[in-house]
């Protein structure tokens, strides 16, 4: 696994935070849950494709 992966998602995760508070700050909540969910979706999709690439590694060593 890449370590540049996990650096990602820390960084989504760290920006992500801050902005939520700005956001809940300023009194705008729902927009920062959209974006607290936008970027749960982000994370997802990165770890979505990793496993994708997980099973087709293992699809190729077992030949199936």
Do not use: C, H, P, Y
């Amino acid at each position: 696994m890449d370590i540049n992966l996990i650096f990602k998602i820390a960084g989504i995760g760290i920006l992500v935070s801050v902005l939520n508070m700005v956001l809940k700050q300023a009194g705008k909540e729902e927009q920062a849950q959209m974006l607290t969910l936008a970027g749960v979706i982000i994370v997802l999709m990165m770890v979505i494709q990793l496993v994708q690439r997980l099973f087709t590694d293992v699809r190729s060593v077992f030949g199936l």
